[in-house]
Nanobody, 124 residues
Framework: QVQLVESGGGLVQPGGSLRLSCVASEFSLLQKYAIGWFRQAPGKEREGVSCINIPGHLSYYANSVKGRFTISRDNAKKTVYLQMNNLKSEDTAVYYC????????????????WGQGTQVTVSS
C-alpha cells in the first residue's frame, strides 16, 4: 500500500532551486513517524539526505546539503517538503521519502520498501 508519494523533481540548472513534496495518505502517518529523504544516484548507494522529527523541532541534514536544503512539515496538508537551493550537479539523483528514525546526527530507514521516487537532474 502506497503511503508516501514523492513529487516535485525535474531538470534545473546548477544554482537553481526545486521543492520536493512528500504527501502522506493518512494524517496519522505524520503523527506517528519522523519522515526523511533519501537519494540514490546511478552507480551509487542510497544515502540519507534529511529528516524531520514528529514535532518538527529537530532535523538532520547530510553534510553535503547543509546550508542549501531545508526540510519542513505541514500537517494540515499531510506533506513534508524538501526545499533545495543552490543545486549542484552532484545532487542529481532519484529522491525518496520514507519513515525514519531521526535525530540531529543521524537518519535511519525504518520501512522495508521504497516508493517510485522523484528524479532530480541538475545540468546546464
Amino acid at each position: 500500500q502506497v503511503q508516501l508519494v514523492e513529487s516535485g523533481g525535474g531538470l534545473v540548472q546548477p544554482g537553481g532551486s526545486l521543492r520536493l513534496s512528500c504527501v502522506a495518505s493518512e494524517f496519522s502517518l505524520l503523527q506517528k513517524y519522523a519522515i526523511g529523504w533519501f537519494r540514490q544516484a546511478p552507480g551509487k548507494e542510497r544515502e540519507g539526505v534529511s529528516c524531520i522529527n514528529i514535532p518538527g523541532h529537530l532535523s538532520y541534514y547530510a553534510n553535503s546539503v547543509k546550508g542549501r536544503f531545508t526540510i519542513s512539515r505541514d500537517n494540515a496538508k499531510k506533506t513534508v517538503y524538501l526545499q533545495m537551493n543552490n543545486l549542484k550537479s552532484e545532487d542529481t539523483a532519484v529522491y525518496y521519502c520514507t519513515t525514519v528514525g531521526c535525530d540531529p546526527h543521524n537518519i535511519e530507514h525504518l520501512s522495508d520498501t521504497w516508493g517510485q521516487g522523484t528524479q532530480v537532474t541538475v545540468s546546464s
